[in-house]
């Protein structure tokens, strides 16, 4: 093969190229976001990825009974552990000792 040969085909490369990185960038990204909600007797925390709710978490994990976080506060922080660790690849359990080291009031 000759030089002119490959003149074009780099060319058709190029726009492959390129094209793909378009419809990449293009490509809608989804986000997760945590939304504070108050429930009977206290508040809770749901995460959504768009519309979709994937986690609603109305009680204090963990603790015994059915306990309230007794803050959008208290809400908030453990809702955001969760997201950090959901978005690590981590599981979004949470253990009584992170409650703690959160300053969370249960029982």
């Known amino acids: 093969m000759t030089k002119d040969c ?3 085909l780099k060319y058709v490369v190029i726009i492959l190229l390129s094209a ?3 419809l990449y ?3 809608s990204k989804t ?3 945590l939304e504070i909600m108050p429930v009977k007797n206290g508040w809770g925390y749901v995460l959504k990825k768009d519309t979709h709710v994937f986690i609603k978490q109305e009680i204090i994990p ?6 309230f976080f007794k803050t959008e506060e208290e809400a908030r922080k453990v809702g955001e552990l969760v997201l950090q660790k959901f978005e690590a690849g981590k599981s979004p359990s949470i ?3 992170e409650l ?3 300053n969370i009031h249960y029982r």
């Open 6 to 8: 490959f003149y074009p």
């Open 20 to 22: 793909g990185l378009l």
């Open 25 to 27: 960038s293009c490509k």
């Open 31 to 33: 986000t997760i976001h």
């Open 62 to 67: 963990t603790a015994m009974g059915h306990q």
């Open 95 to 97: 253990k009584k000792a």
């Open 100 to 102: 703690d080291s959160l």
